[in-house]
């Protein structure tokens, strides 16, 4: 799977839009990003991912560059809560040990009242 | 439906005892995991699951055994605890393909002293 590198930390305003980068410059066609967060003492949670369209859900957008070798979570709202490790990974696509996941160190994003 | 349920959220050990975490959901999910996360770090894979009656290990499965005879129950056995795995144990599930992320347990923290 291909690596990917955030920053350590990101700080943000409450009712802010939060932009989490996120590169994976050696990804493959058929490698998928995915992006988790953990609050504290918790478990991950699934936020979105994508192949290489830009996604859209309830809770943030995944903004993936044309030559997919960089992205950005967007929490358009921050909050209180949204206070977590933010982790980008990618994926090969498929069955089988494809599902493995591979977690780096994250970024931690602070919102700040 | 209660997702997947970790059980128990606390122990501690003496160093050689042996101990199973439990691990169940009720979503009907192929493939689960096991991730270890000690302080400061990601997590990292233990073993995982393709499906029932079918195990594999992942970055640090010494010390640790799985069995999967069941789709709902992914149980991971320390056979005799050692002081560096005392850590926070989590386990994860999902359907399968490429269309969904998976979903964590709360977590078993174990100590062995």
């Known amino acids: 799977d291909a690596k990917t590198t955030q920053p350590p930390s990101m700080d943000c305003a409450e009712g802010r839009a939060a932009n989490l980068p996120c590169n994976h410059s050696?990804?493959?066609?058929?490698?998928?990003v995915y992006w988790y967060r953990q609050i504290h003492s918790q478990g991950p949670q699934y936020i979105i991912h994508?192949?290489?369209n830009n996604e859209t859900n309830e809770m943030a957008s995944l903004i993936i560059t044309e030559d997919r070798k960089s992205s950005t979570l967007i929490l358009p709202h921050a909050t209180l809560r949204d206070t977590a490790v933010y982790y980008c990974?990618?994926?090969?696509?498929?069955?089988?040990?494809?599902?493995?996941?591979?977690f780096g160190k994250g970024t931690l994003l602070t919102v700040n009242p | 439906n209660a997702g997947v349920t970790q059980t128990p959220k606390f122990q501690v050990l003496k160093t050689g005892q042996s101990m199973t975490l439990q691990c169940a959901q009720d979503?009907?999910?192929?493939?689960m995991s096991w991730y270890r996360q000690d302080p400061g770090m990601g997590l990292r894979l233990i073993h995982y699951?393709?499906?029932?009656?079918?195990?594999d290990q992942g970055e640090v499965p010494n010390g640790y055994n799985v069995s999967r005879s069941t789709t709902e129950d992914f149980p991971l056995r320390l056979l005799s605890a050692a002081p560096s795995q005392t850590s926070v144990y989590f386990c994860?599930?999902?359907?399968?393909?490429?269309?969904?992320?998976?979903?964590f347990g709360s977590g078993t923290r174990l100590t062995v002293v």
């Open positions: 994860a599930s999902t359907p399968g393909g490429n269309n969904y992320g998976y979903t």
């Open positions: 050696t990804i493959s066609g058929n490698e998928y």
């Open positions: 994508g192949l290489k």
């Open positions: 990974i990618v994926r090969v696509g498929g069955g089988g040990s494809n599902y493995k996941l591979t």
């Open positions: 979503m009907n999910h192929e493939y």
């Open positions: 699951s393709v499906g029932a009656g079918i195990t």
